[in-house]
T-cell receptor, first 114, second 113 residues
Framework: EAAVTQSPRSKVAVTGGKVTLSCHQT?????MYWYRQDTGHGLRLIHY???????EKGDIPDGYKASRPSQENFSLILELASLSQTAVYFC?????????????FGPGTRLLVL | GDSVTQTEGLVTLTEGLPVMLNCTYQ??????LFWYVQHLNEAPKLLLK?????KRPEHQGFHATLHKSSSSFHLQKSSAQLSDSALYYC????????????FGKGTVLLVSP
């Protein structure tokens, strides 16, 4: 089974502060993704990456940056956290081969911005 | 652009009754769809993936049939169990590649005794 871990699992941040969410996968997958989950909106793609040292904007990138320093690691950065960024954030990975197109999710990070 | 619609935000059922969660999609390309399930305080995980032919995927008693004529991929189960209570997402692969998925807004299924 694919393995994706996230840290921290929960965080309280202050408005205007910087927040970094980390994701690590041991699946040898090329593709990684950051989503936010909000009631009534489902899962929405923030940023994704298909190779180390490169990131791409997803559907809702405003207010977020991403970093992919290695194949295994993918970070989401909130430079100036805002109340509207309170949500649960999921990282996911997928690769090629037998289970191509299937995304494997991490356990999520619950972020509360006050 | 591509989109996925799940019409019900919440479905409540009594244990033992049949389950049907609706999913319709708009896509000019995708030959297949997914259902993901997320139990409380857990990560979403794959439940079903449609086949490109007419086979019907099944997992944990759930099944879904891709109907291209009606652009639908409804999730069904003959008898709901308490453990089926969860959030269910229908998802469509993006034609822009990179294994991206477009998710519906999700349907919460609550099964009561």
């Amino acid at each position: 089974e694919a393995a994706v871990t996230q840290s921290p699992r929960s965080k309280v941040a202050v408005t205007g502060g910087k927040v970094t969410l980390s994701c690590h996968q041991t699946n040898n997958h090329d593709y990684m993704y950051w989503y936010r989950q909000d009631t009534g909106h489902g899962l929405r793609l923030i940023h994704y990456s298909y190779v180390a040292d490169s990131t791409e904007k997803g559907d809702i990138p405003d207010g977020y940056k991403a970093s992919r320093p290695s194949q295994e690691n993918f970070s989401l950065i909130l430079e100036l956290a805002s109340l509207s960024q309170t949500a649960v954030y999921f990282c996911a990975s997928s690769g090629l081969g037998v289970n191509q197109d299937t995304q494997y999710f991490g356990p999520g990070t619950r972020l509360l911005v006050l | 652009g591509d989109s996925v619609t799940q019409t019900e935000g919440l479905v409540t059922l009594t244990e033992g009754l049949p389950v049907m969660l609706n999913c319709t999609y708009q896509s000019t390309y995708s030959p297949f769809l997914f259902w993901y399930v997320q139990h409380l305080n857990e990560a979403p995980k794959l439940l079903l993936k449609s086949f490109t032919d007419n086979k019907r995927p099944e997992h944990q008693g759930f099944h879904a049939t891709l109907h291209k004529s009606s652009s639908s991929f409804h999730l069904q189960k003959s008898s709901a169990q308490l453990s089926d209570s969860a959030l269910y997402y229908c998802a469509l692969p993006s034609d822009s590649g990179y294994n991206k998925l477009t998710f519906g807004k999700g349907t919460v299924l609550l099964v009561s005794p």
